[in-house]
């Protein structure tokens, strides 16, 4: 079946439309025509695999990734960066104004990424055997068992990347196996954090003793500042880390500056992935606020980066954030940074704003939840809550757009301002600001 692609879906694939049915399409673009092959089809949509691109887009470009499309990571890899600026915009207004009834004009150009690849501070990435028999690390298809090893990663600091090399030659150097869900024992996971040439590094395994010299060699890497490993011998769990940390050597923390602040990463702490982006984030955040605010509370804080950045902001900021190791961070932080007003709460996000909010008045309410958005308990809360102005950090555009249309009974966009922060994937990041009607 031939196909003209019309628009770009959430998911960075082509839509086209036979007999009024949507065919959501990989590897292609807008005013792209190919001829596919239907592999589902659904009573409301079907999906398509490209058999032959037969009109190519002008924004067409060679991917610089030997297995884009098949890891699933970039899918807009395929085209020029300002192409791909345009389609996460189109993206967001799209899901805005279908949940929400967002005014487009209130929606403004996206803050492009100075850097276009090598910008990733972390990788998270499975272990597996390759046909000789060495450990690797790669990505599962998305939707099957099949593992690609992954050569060279080109959103990664490639500082990143030579760690990632040099840990597993010392890991097939001591003959180290993938992970056997019988035995329990191998390696699972390699994570790595990368901030200012210094990494933290962390291995998940089984029930696994590491010898002292493997750990040695690994700590003589260059950059390397600790050395983790977390047991994780749970069958099947979307969690990467096991529930057990131990520090095999190093420091505890990844010590990093982040313009004037200095910050304290523990590995299960949630860390922006595109250091240079998240100042930019931030900074754009605080420029749309007032000037000065009473109280201030951080829904979802991690380490509490956001919050100190608005230290100067309130008379007080308290953040709440749900994993222990992120608080116990993020309270270290406003201590290394001075902020004597800045506080951090572990609890959920919605109970404790419940709390908070029948003792006290909240002038501004600044929110960056996971991809899930914000649950029931949260939006109740603020609807029943007097919260004045509400900052709101999306990394999902579906869940911003269901999100606001519930917020928009009490609330009023003032204004949408998307950042890229990951090239050549899907995903679009945004800030909103809302203001109690
Ligand atoms: C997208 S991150 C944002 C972190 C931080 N704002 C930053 O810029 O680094 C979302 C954070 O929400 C936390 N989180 C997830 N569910 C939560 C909940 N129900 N209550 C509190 N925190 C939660 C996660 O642990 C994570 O640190």
């Given at each position: 079946m031939r196909v003209v692609i019309e628009k770009m879906g959430i998911n960075g694939e082509g839509i086209g439309y036979i007999n009024r049915k949507p065919v959501f399409v990989e590897g292609v673009l807008i005013k792209e025509e190919a001829d596919i092959e239907i592999t589902a089809n659904n009573k409301t949509y079907a999906v398509g695999?490209?058999?032959?691109?037969?009109?190519?887009?002008?924004?067409?470009?060679?991917?610089k990734c030997k297995i884009q499309g098949r890891c699933g990571a970039c899918p807009l890899m395929i085209t020029d960066y300002e192409n791909q600026c345009a389609v996460k915009e189109a993206n967001l207004k799209q899901a805005l104004i279908k949940y929400a009834h967002v005014n487009p004009r209130l929606i403004k150009k996206i803050i492009p990424s100075e850097n276009v690849f090598n910008y990733r501070n972390q990788l998270k990435l499975p272990f597996s055997m390759n046909e000789?028999?060495?450990?690797?690390?790669?990505?599962?298809?998305?939707?099957?068992?099949?593992?690609?090893?992954?050569?060279?990663?080109?959103?990664?600091?490639?500082?990143?990347?030579?760690t990632r090399k040099a840990v597993l030659k010392v890991l097939n150097d001591y003959r180290c196996r993938s992970y056997d869900y019988h035995q329990k024992k191998g390696f699972r996971s390699l994570i790595i954090r990368m901030i200012d040439g210094r990494s933290q590094i962390t291995l998940v395994t089984g029930e696994e003793e590491l010898p002292a010299s493997m750990i040695e060699a690994i700590m003589q890497i260059k950059g390397v500042v600790s050395l983790w490993?977390?047991?994780?011998?749970?069958?099947?769990?979307?969690?990467?880390?096991g529930p057990k940390m131990v520090l095999l050597a190093g420091e505890r923390t990844l010590d990093i500056r982040m313009d004037d602040l200095k910050l304290q990463l523990s590995p299960r702490s949630f860390f922006?992935?595109?250091?240079?982006?998240?100042?930019?984030?931030?900074?754009?955040?605080?420029?749309l606020l007032k000037e000065h605010y009473g109280l201030i509370v951080e829904a979802y804080s991690g380490v509490g980066g956001i919050s100190l950045y608005l230290k100067d902001k309130a008379d007080e900021i308290i953040g709440i954030e749900s994993i222990k190791d992120a608080v116990v961070n993020a309270n270290a932080n406003a201590k290394l940074n001075h902020a004597d007003n800045v506080s951090f709460i572990c609890a959920d996000a919605a109970d404790k704003l419940t709390y908070i909010s029948k003792k006290r008045e909240i002038d501004l309410l600044v929110v960056d939840p996971p991809r899930s958005g914000l649950d029931d308990a949260m939006l109740e809360t603020i609807l029943r809550s007097k919260?004045?102005?509400?900052?709101?950090?999306?990394?999902?555009?579906?869940?911003?757009?269901?999100?606001?249309?519930?917020?928009?009974?009490?609330?009023?966009?003032?204004?949408?301002?998307?950042?890229?922060?990951?090239?050549?994937?899907?995903?679009?990041?945004?800030?909103?600001?809302?203001?109690?009607?």
């Open positions: 695999k490209v058999k032959k691109i037969v009109k190519t887009s002008e924004h067409r470009v060679k991917p000789e028999r060495e450990l690797v690390t790669g990505m599962y298809q998305p939707n099957s068992n099949y593992f690609n090893e992954i050569d060279h990663c080109v959103i990664h600091d490639q500082d990143l990347e030579q490993q977390s047991v994780n011998t749970i069958k099947k769990t979307p969690e990467i880390f922006q992935l595109n250091t240079l982006q998240a100042k930019r984030l931030y900074s754009t955040a605080k420029g919260i004045r102005e509400i900052v709101y950090i999306s990394c999902n555009p579906a869940t911003l757009g269901k999100n606001l249309d519930i917020l928009l009974d009490r609330y009023e966009v003032k204004v949408v301002q998307p950042v890229d922060m990951f090239p050549n994937t899907a995903h679009v990041e945004s800030i909103t600001l809302l203001v109690r009607k």
